[in-house]
């Protein structure tokens, strides 16, 4: 009933009024902003004591600097518990923004991907098996003569560099474990260019002729199956003299100052991907008379290898293998064994983590990346997670701008990162958000909150779509068929 004195048209109940109120996220303070805003005060403070110092010792401020960090870092390393940040700080380089010369410059990792630097794996409940797996790694490297000892004080002025452990739990499909792994590597960050290295390029074989190379195996029912080659960047020789420091938790008997002289191309030099292939191209390309494999390299992608009834592509260590029939795959793969450290995985169903489903007796080729978006989806966060799906990948008519007075982002996700991993995914199987990322990706090195919101909307679109993918269906009778991108110059 109306309240008493209320005029008669007035009605009874006042309808509900949605909000017009713009509601924006919380502005929470992550782990890895803390870890960032505490490197930043501390070399701030850092700059400001090394001023105030060097006016009390009538010293230069940088020579302070340099003198006051260097005890500083000496001072962290003798710390077993903060030793695990110096690592950090050493290793990590996302994005170009932390350089290894600041050791106080890390930032605090939550992902539990179970992958740890030396001093956090001997701190683990399982560290014996973790230095178990070092012991094997290093037999490995000796037994496989990819360094020799030397003694420091016969290389005189030549540059060192630290050798890095990666340590991880490798896992089943099912979550149970497999193995303890560790990967001891060079720190390619500190070579000097035209001293202990110089060019680093080394091709892959473009996705458009694997997609080709598919299809035709459909359509001629040809054999396929991948190899893998194990260890591969340390079975082709050192192209330049490399000095490496002991790794840690590696002692010798001998007296003496020793650094090992790199005879093999270790994981983690800059020009290791380089000189691997050189060595796999040179190996394939040799004629048959000559002890070589007698292949051809194709003019068009150099990473595709060919002779008479055989093709072979390659995309770093990971090889794919067509042959007229199976006996010549089991062929090659047998002289390649001869020479190469490899493993045979006839399932192609998982090259490069593409899922590929190849139907000879309907003749579809099917390809999709589910994993890569879960990851993706994991970079952004559990606010990602727990968003609506949307049905596009952008916007409709919404144009992107530099937005350069435009409110900032609010989390702290690596937004290079994710335009990385999505022009991965756009170009390999996902074309349908290959503009949308296209233009996402033009303003990554100044991101604003509306560049922000435009990768998400991807992001919640692949949620939606995780599954999808490129089916081809190849026609023999229509041949070769050639589609212009012209616009006869208007």
Not at 96 to 105: A, D, I, K, R, Y
């Amino acid at each position: 009933p109306a309240p008493e004195g209320a005029p008669r048209d007035m009605p009874s109940e006042t309808p509900l009024r949605r909000s017009t109120r713009i509601r924006r996220s919380v502005d929470r303070l992550t782990s890895s902003r803390l870890g960032n805003l505490a490197s930043e005060s501390l070399l701030n403070a850092l700059t400001i004591l090394s001023s105030y110092l060097s006016s009390l010792s009538k010293q230069p401020s940088e020579y302070v600097y340099t003198t006051f960090k260097t005890r500083l870092v000496k001072a962290i390393e003798s710390h077993p518990e903060k030793s695990m940040y110096y690592d950090m700080a050493v290793q990590l380089n996302v994005d170009g923004s932390v350089n290894h010369t600041h050791p106080l410059s890390f930032a605090t990792q939550t992902a539990n991907n179970e992958a740890y630097h030396f001093h956090q794996a001997m701190q683990q409940h399982d560290r014996e098996e973790f230095i178990q797996a070092m012991k094997d790694e290093i037999k490995a490297h000796e037994d496989n003569n990819h360094w020799t000892l030397v003694l420091r004080s016969e290389i005189g002025n030549e540059p060192t560099i630290k050798a890095i452990w990666s340590f991880k739990r490798k896992r089943r499909p099912d979550g149970s474990l497999l193995k303890h792994k560790a990967r001891l590597c060079a720190h390619g960050g500190m070579q000097i260019h035209g001293i202990n290295y110089w060019d680093t390029y080394a091709p892959v074989v473009n996705w458009l002729s694997i997609r080709m190379m598919l299809t035709l195996s459909v359509i001629h029912e040809l054999y396929t199956t991948s190899i893998d080659f194990t260890l591969a960047f340390p079975q082709a020789d050192a192209d330049v003299d490399i000095y490496m420091e002991l790794p840690l938790g590696c002692e010798i008997t001998d007296e003496g100052d020793y650094v090992c002289l790199l005879l093999k191309n270790l994981y983690g030099t800059k020009q290791a991907a380089k000189t691997w292939f050189e060595y796999l191209r040179d190996s394939l390309l040799l004629p048959e008379k000559d002890g070589g494999y007698g292949f051809k390299q194709s003019k068009i992608d150099p990473c595709i290898f060919y002779k008479d009834g055989v093709i072979l592509i390659s995309w770093v260590d990971d090889c794919l293998i067509f042959t007229r029939e199976k006996q010549l795959a089991d062929n090659l793969i047998t002289e390649l064994k001869q020479q190469f450290t490899l493993s045979e995985e006839e399932d192609v169903s998982a090259y490069l983590g593409v899922k590929m489903e190849l139907n000879q007796e309907n003749g579809k080729v099917s390809m999709s990346q589910p994993f890569l978006t879960d990851r993706i989806i994991d970079l952004l966060g559990d606010a990602i997670k727990e968003a609506n799906v949307k049905d596009t990948p952008a916007v409709y008519k919404e144009i992107l701008h530099k937005d350069e007075l435009g409110p900032e982002r609010k989390q702290s996700w690596k937004y290079r990162s994710a335009i990385g991993m999505l022009n991965y995914l756009a170009a390999t199987t996902r074309p349908d958000i290959l503009y949308a990322v296209h233009q996402c990706a033009r303003f990554s090195a100044n991101p604003r909150l509306s560049h922000e919101r435009a990768v998400k909307r991807i992001v919640r679109y692949l949620k939606k779509t995780r599954d999808k993918g490129i089916i081809m269906t190849p026609d023999r009778e229509k041949g070769i068929q050639c589609y212009v991108d012209a616009d006869f110059a208007g």
